[in-house]
């Protein structure tokens, strides 16, 4: 697309942005609202409006090459994701679930749920590209050192030379033997065709006959043959059947406008580096031009302002310090006797005494108000005024001003600027001007402060000399800065640093020998395939919680793991999770999300798995030293991504005394451990268990914080599954392979059962023979037959410990409370006053 496409993408997200704006910063504040349902209406449709402005605002930043637009878009952009961030959070401590469904929002909205999938912003990789590369080299490189893990398998492979010389002459003598036979079969084909023609003599038929014969059997076949083109046509017209795969994937329109998004990346890069070059550049040019005509200005004026004291006061005013802006705070547009009056009665002690008395004044009105205010509780005419406080509030936002700034900036810059004449969309130079103007006014404002005050205190020195030597005390003295009196909150003690002498690549390099810092196999989230739930909404209606499906799955993940790793910004002001639990049946992608997360965001792995520690750092001396380790260089070379493995069995109450790996070593240590996590601090635990209900819960939730519960998949996802594996893999799909029945019998089987079913199934010999034999549903029941699916028996158990987890609990009580209002959906305080007062009329209609 062209640089104009792309930046009307952004006017249009801009507008957008405007119109919610108005919504988040009101004139006037809004009336809490009792309603829970209403409320989370609210908080669904904006999430849902800037989820789409965060689509079109991700998709600009990474082709718009101009790059002053860019570091706008990018202060925009944080904000948004931000803002996201803050709006799901609500929604979590609103409805009591990390879940929530807005099928019915989509409906009124005409959107689909391709809409608001929340994209990964790239630039989380691309700005990074250069240091993951070397990270990337370095790993290579130790792992190179360790070499094979399996020291056994490597020596079985060793061969002698007289044996490889008899397995190369066994493969040649086959491959002679399969071609000898070929000709024979061909030789023996012909002579049978030979002593067919002899015995079958010379043709009877007549001529026209033998024609029309051929004719009826060559317009049969060619009409057939259309009827079944259209009838394929008409299919996947109707979305009934795939399209088919074009014969080579470099001319097609998708390829092509990858490549274009490559190249304007490339040109990202060169308009970048000449925007570095001449902000330098400039700023030179404008301090050899414009700095001594800038400093004769500011010495003028400041002489002036001099002249205009003495003359309206008698006195050469005080110049003001550098805490206070030095010179700057003279050009600001006032009389010299008003800044005189101001420098004044900043030095003077009265007003202080002033602010004492009205102090102590305000002490007193709030103290009678608090009475009155009792006393009308007493009264019982305070009910009112308790109805005000109740009911859901929106938190105040870290990043709507952000957002407030961003758009104010695109407003006045760039909504009317006229850029008919930058096709390359390179660097603005005016704007650069406008800047460092700035500050080489700053700069040049010093200097000129030092030689004025050294001026001034002449001045003062001549017209002392003239009155004959008598020194008049200064009316003011300078304001000495105050030292922070505040008594501080207690000192943390800071961490001992048990390897000071050594550096982080040493460290780096130890933990990759010992394996705990692992390689991440590229999986990007997009693999973690899965259809959206359509139901939700519905279900939740009619009091029924339903099962999370695959696509909610990858939008936690997204929002509570990969957008806060992946920017400082937006870790630091956005609600902090430092842990997350990923739980459900075997076979449903627990790893491969973790490996998801690392790969988007370009985040170290520590395997910190009972299996991966059993022997390495033993004793309580080599668990601080490894807890040290994996922190200090998580923290030197964050965002890191903290690894356990079956962490279930770090909280069990009891461990079988056969088990080597002794799973309850980090108990205690981890739990302190993730208490000095900041929020500049970009590491994530993420835990994967498959029985979690077999921990104890009370540890369990409150060393993670969020619990993400993966279920096994449902139908309209085993049919999205079955359809990308089996490409995946290299199969076709054609109308021999019934995909609806085959996702319909898979019911309770996971997308890792189905991934090997389907690699038995599909060998490279299958795959050569699919145009003779096309692939059919039946193949695959076999290889599924020899696995056990996930029962019901089993999803029922992760329902009901994921409804006693602490949330679980407190939805449960928000829907009772909703039953008992009658369905109205009201919040809890709502109903304990109302309750509470018809309680007491009751007792007085009785006395």
């Known amino acids: 697309m062209s640089h104009s496409t792309y930046n009307k993408q952004w006017s249009e997200a801009q507008s957008a942005l405007m119109d919610l704006l108005v919504q988040e910063m009101p004139a006037e504040p809004p009336k809490p609202e009792r309603d829970r349902l209403a409320a989370f209406q609210l908080l669904a449709t904006m999430y849902i409006k800037y989820i789409q402005i965060f689509r079109r605002l991700e998709m600009c930043y990474d082709q718009i090459v101009h790059p002053q637009k860019r570091r706008v878009l990018r202060h925009v952009l944080d904000g948004t994701m931000g803002r996201i961030l803050e709006l799901k959070h609500e929604m979590v401590n609103l409805e009591f679930s990390e879940y929530h469904y807005f099928d019915d929002v989509l409906s009124d909205l005409k959107l689909t749920p391709n809409d608001v999938e929340i994209p990964i912003p790239k630039y989380f990789i691309n700005e990074r590209l250069e240091a993951l590369k070397e990270r990337e080299k370095l790993l290579g490189q130790i792992l190179t050192k360790v070499g094979p893990q399996d020291k056994d398998m490597k020596e079985e492979v060793k061969m002698s030379f007289e044996e490889a010389i008899r397995l190369v002459q066994i493969h040649e003598r086959a491959r002679q033997g399969r071609l000898r036979a070929k000709f024979m079969r061909e030789i023996r084909r012909q002579e049978e065709i030979e002593r067919q023609a002899q015995t079958r003599g010379a043709p009877t038929l007549d001529p026209d006959v033998a024609a029309t014969r051929i004719q009826k059997v060559w317009k049969g076949f060619f009409q057939r043959r259309k009827t079944r083109k259209e009838r394929e046509e008409e299919m996947i017209f109707i979305g009934m059947a795939p399209p088919p795969q074009p014969p080579s994937m470099k001319n097609t329109p998708q390829a092509l406008s990858l490549k274009t998004e490559q190249q304007r990346r490339l040109t990202q890069k060169m308009h970048e580096n000449e925007y570095q070059q001449a902000l330098v550049t400039i700023k030179d040019k404008i301090r050899e031009t414009e700095g001594p005509d800038m400093k004769e200005t500011m010495m003028d004026q400041i002489r002036q302002w001099f002249i205009e004291c003495r003359d309206a006061t008698g006195k050469f005013p005080e110049y003001p310090d550098e805490d206070d802006g030095g010179s700057a705070a003279i050009f600001k547009q006032k009389d010299p006797a008003e800044v005189e009056a101001e420098l004044a009665g900043k030095e003077d002690g009265k007003k202080g005494k002033k602010d004492k008395k009205g102090k102590k004044k ?214 902090l999770t430092k842990s997350i639990l990923l739980c459900g049946p075997r076979g449903t992608g627990k790893k491969m999300l973790v490996h998801a997360i690392c790969n988007e965001t370009g985040a170290n792995l520590f395997d910190l798995s009972p299996a991966n520690l059993a022997g390495k750092y033993p004793g309580k001396d080599g668990l601080k030293m490894l807890m040290h380790l994996i922190f200090k260089v998580g923290r030197a070379l964050q965002p890191s991504v903290f690894y356990i493995g079956d962490c279930e069995k770090m909280f069990k109450k009891k461990i079988p005394k056969t088990d080597p790996t002794d799973p309850k070593r980090l108990k205690k240590e981890l739990p302190k451990s993730l208490k000095t996590i900041k929020s500049d601090d970009r590491l994530l635990l993420v835990g994967t268990s498959r029985c979690p209900f077999d921990a104890e819960m009370k540890p369990l939730t409150g060393c993670y914080q969020r619990l993400i519960l993966i279920p096994r998949p449902d139908y309209a996802s085993r049919h999205l599954l079955w359809r990308r594996l089996v490409l995946k893999n290299g199969g076709a799909i054609t109308n021999s392979l019934d995909v609806s029945s085959l996702a319909k019998v898979t019911d309770g089987y996971t997308p890792g059962h189905m991934h090997t079913a389907i690699t038995q199934v599909l060998t490279d010999r299958r795959i050569q023979q699919l145009s003779k034999r096309a692939l059919t549903a039946v193949e695959f029941i076999a290889p599924l037959a020899r696995i056990d699916p996930i029962y019901k028996e089993e999803e029922e158990s992760f329902k009901a410990w994921y409804a006693k987890t602490p949330l679980g609990k407190k939805r449960a009580k928000a829907a009772q409370g909703d039953d008992e209002d009658g369905g109205g959906g009201k919040g809890g305080k709502g109903k304990k006053g109302k309750k509470g007062k018809k309680g007491k009329k009751g007792k007085k209609k009785k006395k």
Do not use: C
């Open 362 to 575: 305000k002490d007193k009105k709030d103290k009678k108000d608090k009475k009155g205010k009792k006393g009308k509780k007493g009264k019982g005419k305070g009910g009112d005024d308790e109805e005000e406080e109740e009911g859901w509030k929106m938190a105040p936002s870290s990043f709507v001003p952000a957002v407030n700034d961003g758009t104010g900036t695109y407003k006045g810059v760039w909504q009317t600027r006229n850029e008919s004449e930058n096709f390359p969309q390179k660097h603005d130079a005016e704007l650069i001007k406008e800047e460092k103007r700035k500050e080489v006014d700053a700069e040049v404002r010093v200097q000129v402060d030092e030689l004025m005050r050294a001026e001034l205190k002449n001045l003062k020195a001549a017209v002392d000399r003239e009155k004959g030597g008598k020194k008049k005390k200064k009316s003011g003295k300078k304001k000495k800065k105050k030292k922070k009196s505040g008594k501080k909150g207690k000192k943390k003690k800071k961490e001992k640093d048990l390897t000071p002498d050594r550096t982080i690549e040493s460290l780096y390099e130890e933990l990759v020998m010992q394996g705990i810092i692992v390689r991440s196999p590229q999986i990007r989230l997009a693999d973690f395939e899965g259809e959206y739930s359509y139901l939700g909404t519905t279900l939740r209606q009619a009091n029924i919680e339903p099962m999370p499906s695959l696509s909610d799955v990858r939008r936690l993940v997204t929002e509570f793991g990969i957008l806060p790793l992946g920017s400082p910004a937006v870790h630091e002001q956005a609600p």
